[in-house]
């Protein structure tokens, strides 16, 4: 499906790393007979894209009312309006292509931990109503009845939302951007970057690309150049563990519309069920050195506090990835130079985002959208610094693990 570059040639755009960003943008431009190119260093989905537990959520963290706080009125209702809209192009790509990657449209909850937890599920309920999104707010008793679980105090039940695979999504991505026409070269990293007329050239081991114009969609997983991206984030590690796959009738006992999970806690927890029903759960941390054995007691704690039934389940597979956050846990476009773009800083919330952003790259990179129309204002990158805060944000570190681990 994808090939080494081992030549030099010419196109319309480059784009840097084949992860959802950078594959939902070659797509959509490949569909409008752009002649697209995308460099990735190691294989689609090497990053977030293929590392998360496969949350296809609506919007961002940060509540509505605060997002316009920030961002004002008009570019914080746009960007709401756009990121509520990001899961419906997930299916819409999903369906319209065939996209074997296991995609449940029935909707994610919102888990609440304690009363503070149903307090902030209750206020989100609010602000998400008063704009018309489809979220109900549930009690104990009809969580406890939809997830199977006492554990928690409530939920928001989002109906945008839900779970997919999120490999399998990022390499159907992939074949479907080939299938029209992009290409693809993979085991390819950008080791250069040089302008030459008015537009660039892109250096890899054994080839080049030049195009007049370039979008690095590398995010979290971005090493050598473009450091910008890298200083306005800290990198948090993210870990997933899988149960081997559960018994029919145990499996019936647990979440079983299939929703996928995400809590209220500030170190926040994640869950949703595959199609062989296997239970893939996921907190903060990096499973290198001391972490894994720690992280595998959490894992095995949280089965206990969250599904007794299955507290004794072995974990199948464990892997893990990072995360890049921003001081207001939001994401930003730059313009990194003449001719160069970025849509970085997903929060982990890559799937929809991703796919919704390189969907408008696309378009405004054809011209078919203005600078009028983007979400986010153009902003210049600023170094973010956590002081006080390294226990919990921290660089990861390049040390990964190979995605085999992570193929379930």
């Given at each position: 499906?994808?090939r080494?570059?081992?030549?030099?040639?010419?196109?319309d755009?480059?784009?840097v790393?084949?992860?959802?960003t950078?594959?939902?943008?070659?797509?959509h431009?490949?569909?409008?007979?752009?002649?697209?190119?995308?460099?990735?260093?190691?294989?689609i989905?090497?990053?977030?894209?293929?590392?998360?537990v496969?949350?296809?959520?609506?919007?961002?963290?940060?509540?509505?009312?605060?997002?316009?706080?920030?961002?004002?009125p008009?570019?914080?209702?746009?960007?709401?309006?756009?990121?509520g809209?990001?899961?419906?192009?997930?299916w819409?790509?999903?369906?319209?292509?065939?996209?074997?990657?296991?995609?449940?449209?029935?909707?994610?909850f919102?888990?609440?931990?304690?009363k503070?937890?149903?307090?902030?599920?209750?206020?989100?309920?609010?602000?998400?109503?008063?704009?018309?999104?489809?979220?109900?707010?549930l009690?104990r008793?009809?969580?406890?009845?939809?997830?199977?679980?006492?554990?928690?105090?409530?939920?928001?039940?989002?109906?945008?939302?839900g779970?997919?695979?999120?490999?399998?999504?990022?390499?159907?991505?992939?074949r479907?951007?080939?299938?029209?026409?992009?290409?693809?070269f993979?085991?390819?990293?950008?080791?250069?970057?040089?302008?030459?007329?008015?537009?660039?050239?892109?250096?890899t081991?054994?080839?080049?690309v030049?195009?007049?114009?370039?979008?690095?969609?590398?995010?979290?997983?971005?090493?050598?150049?473009?450091?910008?991206?890298?200083r306005?984030?800290?990198?948090?590690?993210?870990?997933?563990?899988?149960?081997?796959?559960?018994?029919?009738?145990?499996?019936?006992?647990?979440?079983?519309g299939r929703?996928?999970?995400?809590?209220?806690r500030?170190?926040?927890?994640?869950?949703r069920?595959?199609?062989?029903?296997?239970?893939?759960?996921?907190?903060?941390?990096?499973?290198?050195?001391?972490?894994t054995?720690?992280?595998?007691?959490?894992?095995?704690?949280?089965?206990?506090?969250?599904y007794?039934q299955?507290?004794?389940?072995?974990?199948?597979?464990?892997?893990?990835?990072?995360?890049?956050?921003?001081?207001?846990?939001?994401?930003r476009?730059?313009?990194?130079?003449?001719?160069i773009?970025?849509?970085?800083?997903?929060?982990?919330?890559?799937?929809?985002?991703?796919?919704?952003?390189?969907?408008?790259m696309?378009?405004w990179?054809?011209?078919?959208r203005?600078d009028?129309?983007?979400?986010?204002q153009?902003?210049?990158?600023?170094?973010?610094?956590?002081?006080?805060?390294?226990?919990?944000?921290?660089?990861?570190?390049?040390?990964?693990?190979?995605?085999?681990?992570?193929?379930?």
């Open positions: 499906m994808t080494i570059l081992d030549h030099d040639l010419s196109a755009v480059v784009i790393g084949a992860g959802y950078g594959l939902s943008t070659v797509l431009l490949a569909e409008r007979g752009v002649d697209a190119v995308v460099l990735e260093a190691v294989e989905g090497f990053g977030g894209a293929g590392r998360n496969g949350l296809v959520n609506a919007g961002m963290w940060v509540m509505p009312e605060e997002l316009v706080r920030t961002l004002g008009d570019h914080g209702n746009r960007l709401i309006d756009f990121l809209e990001g899961p419906s192009h997930v819409d790509i999903v369906s319209r292509y065939g996209i074997d990657c296991e995609a449940n449209h029935v909707g994610t919102h888990a609440g931990v304690g503070a937890g149903l307090a902030e599920l209750a206020e989100r309920a609010r602000q998400w109503r008063s704009r018309g999104a489809p979220v109900e707010l009690d008793k009809a969580t406890a009845a939809m997830m199977g679980t006492t554990a928690y105090a409530g939920a928001l039940l989002d109906r945008r939302a779970t997919i695979q999120p490999l399998a999504y990022a390499r159907g991505l992939a479907a951007a080939i299938g029209n026409g992009a290409r693809i993979t085991s390819s990293p950008v080791t250069g970057l040089q302008r030459e007329g008015a537009g660039w050239r892109l250096v081991p054994k080839g080049s030049r195009a007049p114009r370039v979008v690095f969609a590398t995010d979290a997983y971005t090493r050598h150049l473009m450091q910008d991206i890298r306005q984030q800290v990198f948090l590690p993210y870990f997933n563990f899988a149960t081997r796959p559960l018994p029919d009738e145990v499996a019936r006992s647990i979440l079983p929703q996928g999970v995400w809590d209220t500030e170190v926040l927890s994640s869950f069920f595959d199609r062989q029903n296997r239970l893939v759960l996921g907190s903060v941390g990096a499973l290198r050195n001391t972490g054995a720690v992280h595998r007691g959490w894992a095995r704690r949280a089965l206990r506090r969250i007794p299955i507290a004794s389940v072995e974990f199948e597979a464990e892997w893990y990835g990072t995360i890049g956050m921003t001081r207001d846990n939001l994401p476009f730059h313009r990194l130079d003449e001719g773009f970025s849509f970085c800083g997903y929060n982990g919330r890559g799937i929809a985002p991703g796919t919704a952003f390189g969907r408008f696309a378009a990179l054809r011209g078919a203005t009028a129309d983007l979400p986010l153009p902003t210049a990158p600023q170094p973010v610094r956590f002081a006080g805060m390294r226990s919990a944000w921290y660089e990861a570190g390049a040390q990964v693990v190979h995605l085999a681990d992570a193929r379930i």
